[in-house]
């Protein structure tokens, strides 16, 4: 997901008639992406934080009109008109050289068609990385500083290799 919201923030970017020109969104990931994230069909109609926080469509309106998602920013998109007038405009689909890639690769696509027949695409082949300090400010964003950090359970054992 973290991928999709990279990929609609650098659209957001290159949009120059605002986001009501957008007549439709195409996301085209991995089969097992797809799957994952709730199938072609995902949630369209209301949500709770819960489901929002795990449907493409929104997460993808969100950033196009708000130009972020972070925790705090659920309470007041999750019924905003106009994500969810523009949630119903994503869609999800294979793309047979990502389902190939994957698990080596994540890549995704974001095609936007504009009311004026342009068309607007941005693609990885990977979600961008995150280094260490990124990974504390988000974590500072889900958990602020102030609050305790201390885990109430320690996991042993070491993660198994990812595949190659």
């Given at each position: 997901?973290?991928?999709?919201?990279?990929?609609?923030?650098?659209?957001?970017?290159?949009?120059q008639?605002?986001?009501a020109?957008?007549?439709?969104?195409?996301?085209?990931?991995?089969?097992?992406?797809?799957?994952?994230?709730?199938?072609?069909?995902?949630?369209?109609?209301?949500?709770?934080?819960?489901?929002?926080?795990?449907?493409?469509?929104?997460?993808?309106?969100?950033?196009?009109?708000?130009?972020?998602?972070?925790?705090?920013?659920?309470?007041?998109?999750?019924?905003?008109?106009?994500?969810l007038?523009?949630?119903?405009?994503?869609?999800?689909?294979?793309?047979?050289?990502?389902?190939?890639?994957?698990?080596?690769?994540?890549?995704?696509?974001?095609?936007?068609?504009?009311?004026d027949?342009?068309?607007?695409?941005v693609?990885?082949?990977?979600?961008?990385s995150?280094?260490?300090?990124?990974?504390?400010?988000?974590?500072?964003?889900?958990?602020?500083?102030?609050?305790?950090?201390?885990w109430?359970?320690?996991?042993?054992?070491?993660?198994?290799?990812?595949?190659?």
């Amino acid at each position: 997901m973290q991928g999709l919201v990279e990929l609609a923030g650098q659209l957001r970017g290159r949009l120059q008639g605002g986001i009501a020109s957008i007549r439709s969104i195409d996301v085209s990931m991995s089969r097992q992406a797809v799957t994952i994230l709730g199938g072609p069909g995902a949630r369209t109609g209301r949500l709770n934080r819960e489901t929002a926080d795990h449907t493409p469509g929104f997460a993808i309106a969100a950033v196009l009109h708000a130009g972020q998602l972070s925790p705090a920013d659920y309470g007041r998109l999750l019924d905003d008109e106009t994500v969810l007038s523009l949630m119903g405009k994503v869609s999800l689909q294979e793309d047979a050289q990502a389902s190939a890639a994957y698990p080596r690769h994540l890549p995704a696509r974001l095609r936007a068609r504009l009311a004026d027949g342009r068309e607007l695409e941005v693609s990885q082949s990977d979600p961008g990385s995150v280094d260490r300090d990124a990974f504390l400010r988000k974590l500072d964003t889900l958990w602020p500083a102030d609050r305790t950090r201390d885990w109430p359970w320690r996991l042993g054992g070491s993660a198994p290799p990812f595949p190659r």
